[in-house]
């Protein structure tokens, strides 16, 4: 681990404790956001609770460490779970079910596709950690954007509620909830207008 760490500081890329992402709270925020902006008529209820769990869902490979999986491997966090194959393949998987979600496929493949996305992009945001592996199993780099201006969150409540807790919880509310936020509005105010 010590000559990762060495090798990602030689290269710029900050690690912090080997375990870092978005905040779980912030993650389902955007899908919520666009589940207010098009509201219960585009996006039924069925489809808004499998949003708001495929916006968390590729978190689930922080299980690969209690089994040894190194955080760089494909296996690791932000490996394939976080890649657009990945995010495709959810979509995909909406669509098929779409009757069951109660939408129309092309809904849920769409809303599906941009929820998980929008994970993946959050936690490219971040500044810390090892990015994305988003063209995976195309490439195996991982990827962050060029702006990061999201803090990276811990994954232990202990590490999170130290002093570090209210700066992250502040970036998150900046970045990740005040957008969110202003789209929600701006689509329950763009719906209220057309249904006039």
């Not at 870092?20 to 955007?30: D, E, L, Q, T």
């Not at 609770?49 to 922080?62: N, Y």
């Not at 009757?99 to 941009?114: D, E, G, N, Q, T």
């Amino acid at each position: 681990m010590d000559s990762l760490r060495a090798a990602l500081n030689d290269s710029g890329v900050t690690l912090h404790c080997g375990q870092n992402m978005a905040s779980v709270f912030s993650h389902p925020i955007p899908a919520a956001a666009i589940i207010v902006a098009f509201g219960p008529r585009v996006i039924p209820p069925r489809l808004a609770a499998a949003g708001l769990l495929c916006s968390v869902l590729p978190d689930l490979d922080v299980v690969g460490f209690k089994f040894g999986v190194a955080y760089a491997e494909m296996l690791g966090h932000r490996g394939f779970s976080h890649s657009l194959l990945f995010a495709l393949g959810l979509a995909a998987l909406g669509c098929l079910f779409a009757p069951l979600l109660k939408s129309r496929p092309a809904i849920a493949f769409f809303f599906l596709l941009a929820v998980t996305l929008s994970h993946i992009l959050l936690d490219a945001l971040t500044t810390g950690g090892l990015g994305v592996a988003f063209f995976w199993p195309w490439e195996e780099t991982r990827w962050f954007l060029p702006w990061r201006p999201i803090r990276v969150s811990p994954f232990s409540l202990e590490a999170f509620l130290s002093r570090r807790g209210p700066d992250i919880l502040l970036s998150e509310l900046r970045w990740v909830w005040a957008p969110s936020a202003a789209f929600a509005v701006a689509g329950l105010t763009l719906r209220r207008i057309i249904a006039r």
